[in-house]
């Protein structure tokens, strides 16, 4: 894997996302979406039976429909005289139609669509389709890089470290965190974790922190990914934070 690996990172990206709840409060929505997220909220996992008002800020965010992208933070690997290196920034803005738009500019202008695979830990159920979706609700184009439709599944250049973790289990789900304790590599929950993104977003006007838990998500997703392939982790000074 080594050889393949110092002839494709070029054209590898890690990504992950941070979404948030459309609105900051139940009642913001208007009567047709209050409606629909009620009938939705009977058919989610509820053992603390929240009502729908409540349950909405703790998995509003989980569901495209009813959520939105607040931060796309993006990987890639670099090579010099000191070895490989990764660097990550973060597209965070108050703006969701700013954030699709800025990322599907870098997508597209920096990488060969053709070549680009996207890297993600449970991307294929989460952030990819969730990126989609989106931007389609924002009436955004879809880079090709992204798209699946109409592709068969070897076009597919999507990469998901818990799919490549599970080797055909279908069972389970393995979560970042996990994954990080088992190849020794430093968590990314420092400040907050996933459960604390909406309420620092809507309450605390914390974007920046959660741009930095998102940059930390990447830099472990890379991390693990390489692993995956029995390759050695990046030496942390060679991690740029952009």
Request: charge should be negative.
């Amino acid at each position: 894997m080594e050889n393949s690996f110092e002839n494709s990172y070029k054209n590898l990206m890690v990504i992950d996302i941070e979404t948030a709840s459309a609105h900051a409060d139940f009642e913001e929505m208007d009567d047709r979406f209050r409606a629909l997220w009620t009938k939705k909220s009977t058919t989610l996992q509820n053992p603390d039976e929240l009502p729908a008002d409540e349950l909405y800020l703790e998995k509003g965010a989980i569901y495209a429909e009813f959520g939105k992208v607040i931060c796309i933070s993006v990987g890639i690997f670099t090579r010099d005289k000191n070895g490989f290196g990764l660097r990550i920034k973060s597209i965070a803005h108050e703006s969701e139609h700013e954030n699709l738009m800025d990322f599907k500019q870098l997508v597209e202008s920096k990488f060969d669509s053709k070549l680009l695979r996207l890297i993600a830990h449970n991307g294929k159920e989460f952030d990819f389709p969730y990126l989609c979706r989106r931007m389609l609700v924002n009436g955004i184009s879809i880079p090709a890089a992204l798209d699946i439709r109409d592709k068969k599944p070897w076009e597919i250049h999507h990469l998901d470290t818990m799919d490549l973790w599970k080797f055909g289990d279908r069972k389970n789900f393995t979560s970042l965190e996990l994954l990080a304790a088992l190849f020794d590599i430093p968590s990314s929950k420092d400040d907050i974790d996933g459960s604390m993104v909406n309420k620092v977003f809507h309450n605390e006007n914390g974007l920046q922190r959660i741009a930095e838990y998102c940059r930390r998500d990447v830099m472990v997703t890379a991390q693990i990914f390489l692993r995956l392939f029995g390759l050695p982790v990046i030496d942390e000074k060679n991690i740029e934070y952009l």
